[in-house]
């Protein structure tokens, strides 16, 4: 729900989260900006997804970090770049790449971006 200004009230399952804009660039930086948003559900999707591979082969990440970052061109992302870190080997970590990208959502939708649909809601009576 918009609040006014650059702020929305936004609802995620159970969980209630504000989306702004910093107050450099007229908002209350009162939470993340929704870019902000997307580079977090890809890493942490990817992240979930890296987790998962590495138990099906019978270990853990612990030390796993996963990181988005993007490029702007304008009013989108020309570029999306995944960094996966860890204090494992490599060689260990690197055949659990592809079997992440696979299974992760959100870098899937983004690989092969659906239709958008935009439409009208009636107004509440």
């Known amino acids: 729900m918009w609040r006014g200004g650059w702020r929305c009230d936004v609802q995620a399952g159970d969980f209630a989260l504000v ?43 612990p030390d796993l970090e996963v990181t988005a970052t993007g490029t702007y061109e304008g009013p989108r992302f020309a570029t999306l770049e995944i960094t996966v870190t860890t204090s494992l080997d490599a060689e260990q970590v690197r055949p659990l790449l592809e079997p992440a990208s696979r299974v992760c959502y959100v870098s899937n939708t983004l690989a092969r971006t659906p239709p958008i649909t935009v439409s009208l809601a009636p107004s509440p009576s």
């Open 19 to 61: 989306v702004d804009e910093p107050t450099s660039a007229g908002g209350t930086g009162l939470g993340p900006m929704p870019t902000d948003l997307l580079l977090a559900s890809l890493s942490s999707c990817y992240a979930l997804a890296l987790a998962w591979a590495a138990r099906k082969r019978g270990f853990e990440l």
